[in-house]
């Protein structure tokens, strides 16, 4: 049963872009399938969600449990301790 949401994402990339556009070689292809996964992410609507797209679905799921997006809260992670070992680094 796992395998049955990666499967359906990878025949859907596959009937929805690839196989439409027969990308040439693989810049084109890497940013036509990241195209690809931005709309299916956060435009194209999902039956199984209530016609909502993932990342809308995502964020509500987020601010219902009060959950913090690491990515958007990223300044805020500490880096201290890296910076710590290289002025020790430094001083020694």
Request: charged residues 25%.
């Amino acid at each position: 049963m796992d395998n049955v949401f990666i499967e359906r994402l990878w025949r859907s990339l596959k009937y929805e872009d690839i196989y439409l556009k027969g990308y040439a070689e693989g810049r084109e292809a890497k940013a036509g399938i990241a195209n690809w996964i931005a709309f299916y992410n956060c435009r194209r609507l999902h039956q199984a969600l209530g016609y909502r797209a993932p990342m809308a679905v995502w964020r509500e799921q987020m601010q219902a449990t009060n959950a913090m997006d690491m990515m958007d809260n990223a300044d805020a992670l500490t880096t201290y301790p890296q910076q710590q070992q290289q002025t020790e680094t430094l001083a020694a």
